[in-house]
């Protein structure tokens, strides 16, 4: 099975081959709560997100990832801030691409739809904010939930 490994700062990190624009959503319903995935290709917990693709601006990507990799139609409803820190390497083991993570980072709501997992996500379910300091996942998934739940008092984050 493909994997994907987050490196930070670590000396065993790969040199990065390529630099892709990415969009994470962080989407909450009525409730307040958080979507959150169980990704397949490590079994962390993360927000939606991936890619953008040639042709689609980046709301078109937040909501296309959520969908398919959630089963929520969402409506992009502001923004987060950027994570681009060059220590922060991704290595997918598919095809032995090393990414220098580009991302931004997008607020939504909840429009539509039944948490469904995916082909890249095991579990899909809300989760009480409470919940997420005691769930596993990457580093860089985690700054990008506290940016969010920190608000943006001095604007969105840059990074």
Known sequence: MARRLDFYDAPSAPAPDSLVPSVNVVVVNDAGDILMIRRTDNDNRAVPGGAIDLGESLPQAAVRETLEETGITCEITGLVGTCTDPRHVILYTSDGEARQEFSIVLTSRAVAGEPT??????????????????????????????????????????G
């Open 117 to 158: 997992p995916s082909d890249e996500s095991r579990e899909v379910r809300w989760v009480p904010r409470d919940e997420i300091d005691s769930l596993a996942m990457d580093r860089s998934m985690r700054l990008r939930i506290r940016h969010y739940l920190a608000g943006t008092v001095d604007g969105p984050y840059i």
